[in-house]
């Protein structure tokens, strides 16, 4: 998105946060004046769908534009960043930006596209943890006794990751290192599925964001203090 762009649109959505009571049609006169898309870099359900949806849906009813949710997994994130690269820097294709973007640029000897070139930032939207979550079937209640299991069950624990070079592949691995464990990576499409398999037994550990998994960790605090 060019910088004038930019500009426009943080003050539009500035604006619309203090003036509430400006009616949907001033707002529609100037951007947006027609639907925006927001890629997400990964499958729906993880972190980044969520975001993006209440982000949308926020803007839609502030905007008084429809803003669509378009989720275009794969690679790590870079298919869908290379979408929005592609398209018309004209505003109405926006990037929902995650650290797995500032991963690629290191992770990818050759990439389509420069991402600090090609992607202007429009503004922070949001930050959260990551945690360690776990299987209920391994025999770990705290991280030195997840650590001291892994260490005597080499190669028979995987760890689930939202992808290849995502943040929770790379907190994974960072884990590993730091503890001196071995634990295979089982790469998904988005944080949705990985928690999923993760919740079946599939897999027995994760190390999600807390807007993918607090939900399930509530739950499983829930049954277990009942």
Known sequence: M???????????????????AVTRTAWAQ?????PVRIIVTFAPAGSSDIVARLIGQ????RLGQQFVIDNRPGGGGNIGTEV?????????????ATGAN????????KLNFNFIRDIAPVGSVIRFPYVMVVNPSVPAKSVPEFIAYAKTSPDKINYASAGTGAPSHVTGELFKMMA??????????????AITDLL??????????TVSSIGYIGLVGCARSQ
């Open 2 to 20: 060019k910088l004038p762009h930019r500009r426009q649109f943080l003050h539009l959505v500035a604006g619309a946060a203090a003036l509430p």
């Open 58 to 61: 926020w803007l839609s009813e």
């Open 84 to 96: 929005v690269v592609r398209a018309p820097a004209d505003g109405y294709t926006l990037l929902l």
């Open 30 to 34: 100037a951007y947006p004046s027609r």
């Open 180 to 193: 001196g464990v071995d634990m295979v990576h089982v790469p998904y499409r988005s944080a949705g599925p």
């Open 200 to 209: 079946g037994g599939q897999v027995q550990v994760m190390f999600p964001t």
């Open 102 to 109: 500032a991963i690629n640029a290191t992770l990818y000897d």
